[in-house]
């Protein structure tokens, strides 16, 4: 599956994106309910409220009772929209979504904001680099990180209509806009942006942006790129589209906002494993805590940044 990217990039609020889509599905007659943990005006749900001021519910500092609350509107037939940050959502959270939305199939759907190294600028402590590996751990968790605000939405409402729990990963500012209305989204399809012979690039949610630029840098130096978005970590449908890329070009480089240990690279290498011979690198926390520091600078300093990421390319084809 192709889709084409312009090389032309805006800047848009994944949040308010997420926000926007929540709302359009209570105007178009689903049954949504959006809950925050003093969290509504960050996340958006604001957006809802002011609509629909029945449907949305802000239980302050209270992250587990959020969850536990939209687990109890799920049960009820509800569609609920949990929205807090990332490092809470996923690792405060984590039993109750495994025990109370995942192990009974609820349509809890978490909008998991200020992922990766959007949150750099509020501390360490607010810097989501593990959320994905936990979160893939769950049992019948669907895991979406979209790229950029137009596949936020369409995340959103796609996840509106799965019986059982889904994460949402999504940013904190305004963030590259790369696609529109017409990106074919579809659960657990990756999605192929540019076709090359000599290595793939594999990444995911908010890096995906810097990938693309990074990919037509190598193409001024005489390298293409196959490069693969997986927009969905779990479950990941035609997987022999990746393993025939990466034994085509003998090479994959994944590019996250993650640690390495549980995330992208660790998805890629239970996709190939006994499939054949490539050569292997990876950009992302290398089993270390990230720093403070707003995320451009600690994208430049982790190497989601086209040059880098072209450069961690070249390196591959040097064998």
């Known amino acids: 599956m192709m889709n084409t990217y312009t090389g032309e990039l805006t800047l848009a609020s994944t949040r308010k994106a997420a926000g926007k889509a929540i709302l359009d599905l209570a105007r178009s007659g689903k049954d949504v309910v959006a809950l925050a943990a003093d969290t509504a005006k960050s996340m958006y ?52 979504l495994r025990t109370f939305a995942a192990y009974p199939g609820l349509n809890v759907n978490v909008i998991a904001g200020i992922g990766g190294y959007s949150g750099g600028i509020e501390g360490v402590t607010h810097l989501a680099t593990e959320d994905l590996g936990i979160m893939r751990c769950i049992a019948g968790m669907t895991l979406l990180s979209p790229a950029d605000a137009a596949t936020t939405e369409l995340a959103v409402r796609a996840a509106a209509d799965i019986p059982g729990p889904v994460y949402i990963r999504i940013g904190r500012d305004d963030s590259p806009l790369v696609f529109d209305e017409t990106y074919p989204f579809e659960i657990g399809v990756p999605v192929v942006h540019r076709k090359g012979k000599d290595v793939t ?43 025939d890329s990466v034994l085509g070009t003998g090479r994959l480089l994944t590019v996250e906002e993650h640690n390495i240990v549980g995330g992208l690279a660790t998805l890629a290498a239970e996709i190939m494993a006994g499939k054949g011979s490539f050569r292997f690198g990876k950009i992302g926390l290398p089993d270390i805590f990230g720093e403070s520091g707003t995320p451009e600078e600690l994208r430049q300093k982790y190497k989601v940044e086209p040059k880098a990421i072209a450069e961690e390319a070249g390196k591959l084809m040097q064998y």
Do not use: W
């Open 45 to 96: 749900t604001t957006l809802l409220r002011e609509e629909f001021p029945e449907r949305s519910l802000d239980v302050g500092i209270a992250e587990q009772n959020m969850v536990m609350m939209a687990a109890g509107l799920a049960s009820t037939g509800k569609i609920a929209f949990p929205a807090s940050y990332s490092v809470f959502t996923s690792m405060r959270c984590s039993e109750q």
């Open 201 to 243: 690039i594999l990444s995911t949610g908010l890096a995906v942006p810097y990938v693309l630029q990074g990919g037509e840098l190598l193409a001024a130096s005489g390298i293409e790129a196959e490069i693969i978005e997986l927009h969905t970590l779990k479950p990941v449908y035609h997987q022999e589209l990746i393993v």
